[in-house]
């Protein structure tokens, strides 16, 4: 069976990607591992990107609004009023609506689905995929991959894992003494490079979570904080969180047969604060876009790919940071840097960052000593 274009994996990214060819007039299939790729529940912030990148974004799908993001270390805290809210969403119900979408364009979505490589012969390459038991060929000269961290398109590629790193967060109910439009984040370099986090939702419930190292022990932690803060578990939420490596590779061609990944698949993930929804839908749109011109992927990446580097630079020198040193950041964001901070959201911070080092002077030697101590310690 031939598509113009064949879309691995029922992410975000991928039903976005394979809705917009669709809509372009694209013969589009996607192909799905799981029956249910929605059933992991997962509570998560996005950015008005969102609405920047799917303009026309179901409005009753956001949860809750965020307002002010309250930052706290050992011994200080300061709140960051928002200018316009950040948005709480739900996994499952994400991809539900994006998987609705994509079937409203036409977009062949194939269920119990496994890649399991590519045929070469004299009329091209032929993609062989496993469909609820039985192996069958098809022909299309672009496939998209968007399956996940643990992406099989990588696997068979050749082009090499994407990182990750450990995601847990619980389920709980919110003190009463705690605002349902604000989101804490805590900082303990002690007990992650990350962060703690928690994500309000309905009904004065919420999350509370941490990223781990891979090696840590992350259900450990995250119980010895709620305990901290005399906070009970109601259920948990796990997962993997891809990590991006400005280096990596996200496209190539086995014979006639292009290849582009996207989403988790591409690493396609803001390292300061972990989250890829926003970025990983607009990678797919680039991959659209590099499709439907015959251009390469990389350029049309090019916006994105920046911004991504530039959160992955912050996040090197934040891992940088010791015992005690939040408080002193935290100390030099003053009413002016507020100001600045609420003007714009972490998916479009990369042109203008630098004015930080106008607002607040002492930013620089601190970013500096954090660059030199990630230099000498190699």
């Not at 998560?44 to 990107?49: A, C, D, L």
């Amino acid at each position: 069976m031939n598509y113009d274009v064949i879309v691995i994996g029922a992410s975000s990214a991928g039903l976005f990607a394979a809705e917009l060819l669709s809509e372009a007039g694209k013969r589009v299939a996607l192909f799905e591992k799981e029956e249910d790729s929605a059933s992991c529940e997962r509570t998560y912030i996005v950015t008005q990107g969102l609405f920047r990148t799917v303009p026309d974004f179901d409005q009753s799908l956001i949860r809750q609004q965020i307002d002010c993001f309250n930052l706290i270390s050992r011994e200080d805290q300061v709140k960051i009023p928002l200018s316009v809210p950040d948005l709480v969403l739900e996994r499952a119900e994400l991809l539900r609506y994006f998987s609705m979408r994509a079937e409203q364009a036409g977009v062949e979505i194939i269920k119990d689905s496994e890649l399991i490589g590519f045929y070469n012969n004299s009329t091209g390459t032929a993609v062989n995929i496993r469909v609820q038991g039985e192996e069958r060929l098809y022909k299309t000269n672009n496939l998209i991959g968007a399956d996940g961290y643990n992406s099989q398109v990588r696997d068979l590629t050749q082009l090499g894992s994407v990182f990750r790193v450990p995601l847990l967060q619980a389920l709980v109910d919110f003190p009463e003494s705690w605002d349902g439009h604000v989101s804490n984040v805590w900082f303990d370099v002690n007990r992650t490079e990350f962060f703690f986090w928690a994500i309000p939702d309905r009904d004065h419930k919420g999350v509370i979570g941490l990223i781990g190292q891979p090696e840590g022990q992350i259900r450990q932690q995250l119980e010895y904080f709620l305990e901290m803060q005399n906070i009970k578990p109601i259920s948990y939420q796990a997962g993997q969180v891809a990590v991006y490596e400005p280096h990596i590779r996200n496209e190539t061609k086995i014979g006639n047969l292009r290849i582009i990944l996207v989403g988790d698949a591409a690493g396609q993930v803001k390292m300061t604060t972990v989250g890829g929804t926003v970025t990983g839908l607009r990678g797919s749109k680039a991959a659209v876009e590099a499709i439907l011109s015959n251009s390469p992927y990389r350029s049309k990446l090019s916006g994105l790919r920046r911004e991504l580097w530039l959160h992955h630079f912050l996040r090197t020198l934040l891992n940088e940071m010791k015992y005690g040193e939040y408080d002193k950041l935290i100390s030099q964001i003053t009413p002016a840097v507020q100001g600045f901070l609420r003007q714009y959201d972490r998916d479009e911070i990369r042109g203008h960052i630098w004015k930080l080092a106008i607002v607040q002077p002492e930013f620089v030697p601190l970013g500096l000593e954090l660059l030199a101590r990630k230099l000498f310690s190699g």
